[in-house]
């Protein structure tokens, strides 16, 4: 639905929606840091207050969205990549309903 609405490809929507809950999963949870904690891995040498601060909160989290969002554009760059400028050549029909892929026709 999301790649004919904004006309894009479905692997684009695929990777545009990798990237919504990516995000998604970052604003919600701290399971990571959780369980550091649990297995009594040492503190980053931040006092108490400077770790329950706002500011290291946002920055903390901010810093994650964007690295989720830059590692997920640098996933879609093959999609942008004009076809005759491609390295690797296209694959045909035959190969793809070989390998399982769907295609479109």
């Known amino acids: 639905w999301l790649g004919a609405a904004f006309g894009i490809t479905t692997l684009a929507a695929a990777a545009l929606g990798n990237?919504?809950?990516d995000t998604a999963g970052i604003w919600l949870g701290g399971t990571v840091e959780a369980l550091a904690v649990r297995l009594g891995l040492p503190d980053p040498?931040?006092?108490?207050d400077q770790l329950r601060s706002?500011?290291?909160g946002m920055w903390k989290t901010a810093g994650s969205v964007c690295g989720i969002i830059l590692g997920c554009?640098?996933?879609c760059f093959p999609l942008f990549w004009p076809k005759e400028w491609r390295l690797w050549p296209e694959r045909s029909e035959e190969g793809a309903e070989g390998s399982g892929l769907v295609t479109q026709r």
């Open 19 to 21: 990237m919504v809950g």
């Open 45 to 48: 040498g931040m006092t108490r």
């Open 54 to 56: 706002a500011m290291a």
């Open 73 to 75: 554009l640098l996933g």
